[in-house]
């Protein structure tokens, strides 16, 4: 399912809303998202696990708008947090702490104890170190801390190396030969409760076999670990499906998880996902205003009013991103090859190479696939007040997060007396 349609007029929509009333009434740039783009997603991964009992945990730090998780708590989800203000933004949004499983390699004491509080439903714990730390903190309040370990398994997910988490090398996870005598040493511990175990290997993942690969290590483990009496209730095998950006063949959630789901025929454990990108990537997207065309001496450059700090993907990752006109017909310019640049004060400011448009100032670009890592990795490098957010809900465009006014961007500081 495509997010954007033209009408018969030629006008570019999201849902039932046009894009340039969106940009009228709510400015650019602005990030906008589809609430049945989200719920179609959603609804991809819940068919393809029909009949097993498992529970869809949104990745929060793909996009972290309370009203995108508003929308998959309304559906049902869990979520996999990251830190304790992702915790705070749950519960805010009206997520079950029940169902919410912390994951990150540098948890703080402070965050265990909130997340304790909170009741989640499990740490993913990554170190030795954290797992005293938990048991220090959980007999500290009184509780047992629901554990989970993050085991490595070695698994090449073949993706880019900054989003690739499951080899050797990677600062994730407990090496896989450490993982039983960790199990042996959470069990002894008073405050803590084992109840699963957990993978995550990368994002972005287009071919299954490696995540099948990484839940048949996985399984061994369990295995192993009942054979010495310690019964895990839960799988987790982590996030990380990939999505198309441009010409991919990425994959539905059915195709994606059959692999991965015949590894764990048969299994009784309670089977728990941690998807991100493939939840909220293709359901939004970055709407921007063309400021100025300018013709180098080698390159047309349109600078546009989104940058690097609304969009990092193409600076951070070389990142692709299909863009498209808002408005429809043809320009006195005709058809020219630009780099899709922002105001920024970098060369790296880019959010497009080589792109056949036929731009004119003022024409409005819809930048796609933008609703995963888009808004949650955005700054405001160069004091730019961070985008407005719209969510789509049929005909009616629903501004979820305010245009940052400047006057807010150095609200916190002071000056010396
Ligand atoms: C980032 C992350 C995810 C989500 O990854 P996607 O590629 O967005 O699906 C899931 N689990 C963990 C532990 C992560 O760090």
Known sequence: MSL???????????EEASLAEIARQFGTPCYVYSRAALTAAYDGYRAALAGRDALICYAVKANSNLAILNVFARLGAGFDIVSGGE??????????????????????RHEMRAALEAGILCFNVESASELETLNEIAGSLGKRAPVSLRVNPNVDPKTHPYISTGLKTAKFGIPFAEALP????????????VHGIDCHIGSQLLDPAPAAEAAAKILGLVDA?????????????????GIRYRDEA???????????LKVLT???E?????????LVGNAGLLLTRVEVLKHGEEKNFAVVDAAMND?????????WHDMVKVGAGSTANGQKRYEIVGPICESGDFLGHDRDLDLAEGDLLAILSAGAYGMAMSSNYNTRPRAAEVLVDGATAHLVRRREEVAQLFALEAVLP
């Not at 960790?182 to 409760?193: D, F, N, S």
């Not at 670990?225 to 499906?241: F, K, N, P, R, T």
């Open 225 to 241: 670990l009942a054979a010495e009496g310690i019964a895990l209730s839960h799988i987790d095998v982590g996030g990380g499906m």
């Open 250 to 260: 990425a994959p539905a959630a059915t195709d994606y998880l059959a692999p991965l």
């Open 4 to 14: 954007v349609r033209r009408d018969t007029a030629g006008q570019l929509h999201v």
């Open 270 to 278: 309670r089977l728990l996902f941690e998807p991100g990108r493939s």
């Open 182 to 193: 960790l199990y042996r040493r959470a069990r002894e511990l008073p405050h803590l409760a």
């Open 87 to 108: 915790l705070a933004r749950v519960i805010k949004a009206g997520g079950d702490p029940a169902k919410v499983v912390f994951s990150g390699v540098g948890k703080s």
């Open 311 to 319: 969009l990092a993907r193409p600076a951070l990752y070389d990142a």
């Open 266 to 268: 048969g299994r009784t």
